[in-house]
């Protein structure tokens, strides 16, 4: 798998085993562990790892299985460099996307960068805190809390 995630990450499996304590205490562990990482110098696992931190409460073998799909792309791409630099346009832009009602509770995911020409300066991926009522409503939601 060339991806730190598939189609299937934000859908929680309800017939899924729940982990045993010690499966979970060590699952929360490694999502903290992954969260410090993906905002100090991996952003490309961001989005899975804002999802499975929602689930450190009562994670199953599912989520246990997405953990090691994130886990073995970092240990795969451990060597890739992150490039930030600036091109002389100086433009700035944000780029702001949202993928409405994805979220168990009917809420929806938003998606960030800015960018100074080359390369993401700021990357972000969040679950919405309020429901929206339409995918529009989504996109305007994400605009307000990112930029």
């Known amino acids: 798998a060339t991806q730190p995630w598939t189609e299937k990450l934000l859908k929680i499996d309800k017939t899924a085993k729940a982990l045993d304590p010690t499966r979970s205490k060590v699952f929360h562990t490694y999502v903290m562990k992954a969260m ?10 961001n989005p899975a790892i804002i999802f499975l931190s929602s689930r450190v409460k009562s994670p199953n073998e599912g989520d246990w299985t997405k953990l090691i799909r994130v ?20 433009n700035l832009k944000w780029y702001v996307d949202a993928a409405f009602a994805v979220h ?3 809420k929806s995911h ?4 800015f960018t100074l020409g080359k390369g993401a300066i700021i ?3 969040d679950k919405q805190k309020v429901n929206s009522r339409s995918s529009t409503e989504a ?7 990112k930029i």
Do not use: H, W, Y
Not at 36 to 43: T, V
């Open 36 to 45: 410090f990482l993906s905002k100090r110098g991996r952003p490309d696992i």
């Open 110 to 113: 938003t998606g960030a960068v």
């Open 71 to 90: 886990l073995s792309f970092l240990q795969r791409t451990k060597d890739d460099v992150l490039t930030l630099e600036a091109d002389d346009s100086q």
């Open 104 to 106: 168990a509770d009917m």
């Open 123 to 125: 990357s972000d991926s």
């Open 139 to 145: 996109e305007l939601n994400g605009i307000d809390d």
